[in-house]
């Protein structure tokens, strides 16, 4: 089967940190679903921003369905079905519910903005009562549904979310991965990092380990998640 997405030894960071990322080499399949779990400073967040295309990258390469990806803008990236929700400041405060699903949709055709919306209105029935409302007024769980809802205005084939449940508590943390769960069920790959691991690698297929900027480990996330050496390095037991 041909890779939805390949990174071939992917090398970037930050200016003169620029090997962060030390080879990293993963693929992901169309439509599956992969969390990336590891320690602070891994590089994970690193990785997200070179696919969407933030991070310029001193060697290596990211495809989609073949086509080079890496050297476009972000937005380039984003035309060809990549949607990236980055950990903070993923909404903008200010605007209403519905202004940052419109803002989600700057790329898509008028007339399917108001459609999508309307989808995800009936999808959220949450972001519904409250279009009218800024996004600041959101609680912490109801923002990150917000933040992903706008990557879904583009109907990305691969949708890139850095720690969506980063601060929330568990009862919002569960809504929100049922909430992924059941848009990876409808045919999105997602590539996923997540600091609470278990729950991540639960509703993944596949989990990816980084460590120090490389691949430590890649496998089946439920074999992943059993295997004492992972559970003790990276999930704390
Ligand atoms: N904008 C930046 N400029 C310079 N260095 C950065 C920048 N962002 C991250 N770094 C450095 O790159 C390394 C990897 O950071 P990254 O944010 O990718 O890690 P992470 O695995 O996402 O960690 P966390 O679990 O804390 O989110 C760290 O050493 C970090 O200090
Ligand atoms: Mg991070």
Known sequence: MTALLEVEAVVGGYGAADEILKSI???LAPARMAAIVGPNGAGKSTLLKAIAGILKLKSGSIRLDGQ???GLP???IAARGVAFVPQEANVFASL???ENLEMG???EPRAKVEQRVEKLFGRFPILAEKRRKAARTLSGGQRQILAMAMALMVEPRLLLLDEPSAGLSPKAAGFLFDSIAAIHAEGTAILMVEQNALEALAIAEEGIVLVDGRVARTGEARALAEDPEVRRLFLGG
């Open 25 to 27: 080499s993963v693929a």
């Open 68 to 70: 080079v990806l890496s």
């Open 74 to 76: 972000p937005r380039g």
């Open 96 to 98: 209403s519910v519905r």
């Open 105 to 107: 949709g700057y790329l």
